[in-house]
């Protein structure tokens, strides 16, 4: 399940939230307390909703190797954004990842490992790169 957490909301768009947007920040927080997991975050303004089914179906992958490091795992980036004009992210087919606080060659080498060479997995300066690029 993703959602979205208030630290990482900033406070000039706090004052925008809406009835559900609250109500799914407790959620997220009540889960976190009960079951003592993380899950999939959202950066604020992220559609994950657009992602082709090939992309859409590591994300599951993506959340249990960050929490076996426990690692909250935050998608910040989608189509939104400026991405080179040749990106995978226009087409649907490519996430970003925020860094992992702790172990980041390790989980980077496990995302490769696990989703295989038809994704290609890039360790980038503030996020890890994430694109479904079928070889063959």
Known sequence: ???????RIPEKQKKHLT???IL?????WLHRKLTGKTTMLLKLGVDISKLH???R?????IENIYQQHNEEPVI???Y???HSPSSLHYCHDAVDVRNPTTNRDEIYKELEQKL???YDVVQERRHIHIEYDPKG
């Open 53 to 55: 089914r090939p992309i």
């Open 1 to 7: 399940m993703v959602q979205a957490t208030p630290e």
């Open 57 to 61: 179906k590591i994300l599951n992958h």
């Open 116 to 118: 295989g060479k038809d």
């Open 24 to 28: 799914r920040i407790l959620f997220y």
């Open 80 to 82: 939104e954004g400026t």
């Open 19 to 21: 009835t559900p947007t």
């Open 76 to 78: 910040t980036s989608t």
